[in-house]
């Protein structure tokens, strides 16, 4: 999956895309630059050199099944779990999975809404950390009140403001 991320220069929005996108679009006007990946509000760090990310290094073959999405990972359980997980229909895993998308949809997109403000907060504090009424709209961010928080951004600068409004929307990956 490509990740999209979004470049500002001061408080200006000037370009989105993939990492390699935007340094093509970029190049030469590193300085004063912030790239923000959109998934989760984390500044990037770019790759100037020029080589695009895939070519640089040959990606090790993953552990899964990578064509179906499913990546291998460690777990750590007590034996008594293992036992349970080894006997239910399907096997270990599948049974993990069963129980993970259970207590997702049991969630109540209370998980979706903190990774967003999560996100959200990231680019507001590294951009606006400085604007007068950060400290309020931090508050309203993280008490769930986007009406509030979204009176409160108006007066900072256009871009930032947009864009710490779209990235507080949860989004199906989250």
Known sequence: MTRNCTAFLGMTRIARGSPDQLVAALRGREDGLLVFDDADGRAVDLDWRGVPALAQEE???????????VTAREVTLLPRQWDWLSRQPGGASQALRRLVDEARKADGGRTARRTAQERAYRVMSALGGDLPGFEEASRL??????EELAAALAPWPADLRDHVLELVQPRAED
């Open 141 to 146: 961010l993280f008490a769930d009140k986007l």
């Open 59 to 69: 990606a090790p073959r993953r552990r899964g099944r990578p064509r179906l999405g």
